[in-house]
């Protein structure tokens, strides 16, 4: 999904193909930065994820990208409050602006949390929200991330 109005919408995180979209630069940049630890991300299963802090603080310590700075300003992000208990997996599929089939991956390695049900897949709010690092209070403070999921350089 890379619908940028979308993402600006409802997304809580994006997958780091899409980051580097929206951030005007290559994923290939985007894992150099996580490398070296100048960039945090958070990673689920095999793919990362910028979370909107994330990339905010990465485009403030760039230079000067109007559009990307103009972008970021937009992207209000959904409020976790108002999130339903459980999400079906459309509702994550925006909160994480990543493909389904990305999303079934993750959720059959444990990667994320989730139910299999009669009616599909649901993820609880709580586990979404634990599992990219934050707390029920979503804002704009940088996270710490566990040192199991950093990568290594």
Do not use: C, N
Not at 48 to 57: E, G, M, Q
């Amino acid at each position: 999904m890379t619908d940028l109005a979308t993402i600006e919408r409802y997304a809580l995180a994006v997958p780091l193909r899409v980051a580097a979209t929206v951030l005007s630069t290559t994923p290939v940049g985007l894992r150099r930065g996580l490398a070296l630890g100048t960039l945090s991300g958070i990673k689920l299963g095999p793919q990362w994820f910028l979370r909107r802090s994330d990339a905010v603080l990465y485009a403030q310590s760039r230079t000067s990208d109007d559009d990307v700075h103009r972008f970021l300003g937009r992207w209000a992000g959904a409020d976790p409050v108002s999130l339903p208990a459980q999400l079906e997996l459309s509702e994550v599929e925006l909160l994480l602006a990543e493909r389904r089939t990305m999303l079934y991956r993750l959720l059959v390695s444990g990667a994320l949390p989730g139910v299999r049900g009669r009616d599909g897949w649901t993820v609880p709010r709580d586990a979404l929200l634990t599992a990219l690092g934050r707390s029920r209070a979503l804002d704009d403070r940088p996270v710490a991330v566990p040192a199991h999921i950093r990568p290594t350089a």
